[in-house]
């Protein structure tokens, strides 16, 4: 119980940005799916809009190229679409080792670093549902998975060793019900992407025009 106390703490030794917005280095979150894939025609929301060499997925989880991108959910992002506030976060392009907790409490061996390439924005108007898991407004508020923080892996950018790796032993149908995560330097296999004009991955500012949760 100490152990996790300590981590929450440490969760809040953060940098807090303006209108809300909380970028952690560490501390512990919960993890989904996802296809980044289906989002390049647009750009995400740091405007990344192919994998670098435009390598090619089949769209599959584990069936991409073998990049280590994620979302993190709209507190941490730092940047509020349904403001009309949206654009890169000041979350975008950095990395961090998550570190998967077993069902037992103990860290595993799946340990990978992933990079922030993405938002999971909170849901429109709060409503519970798909997007439950990222509509914490501040660092009170817990998702569905008791988690104040959320990364969303983009599983068609893993191959299929990551893949595998990372969620052997899923303890939330395929997903971690927690991970234990720090900011850490990014990796190869966190190489920075083609992005779009207006986008951002590196020395990104949040967007204080709108509180972080505000207009959803």
Known sequence: MLSHSLLVVSTFVSLALGQGYVLPTS?????????IGEEFGGGTSCGQMAFPGNAGSSGQPGGGPGFLYAAINQLA????????????????GLCYQLTPVGGHGASTNN???????????????LQRGASTNCNQCSISDKNT????F???IA?????????HQFFDGATYGSNWLAVNFQQVSCTPANAKPPIKPWGCMGGCKNNAGAAVCAGV
């Open 145 to 148: 998975m008791g988690q104040t």
């Open 111 to 125: 340990s990978m670093t992933f990079m922030i390439v993405d938002e999971c924005p909170a849901a429109p108007n």
């Open 155 to 163: 599983v068609d950018a893993m191959n299929s060793q990551q893949y």
């Open 77 to 92: 992002f730092g940047a509020n679409p349904s403001a009309g506030a949206g654009g890169p976060g000041a979350a975008c």
């Open 27 to 35: 501390g512990t979150a919960s993890t989904t799916q996802f296809n």
């Open 150 to 152: 959320h990364f969303d």
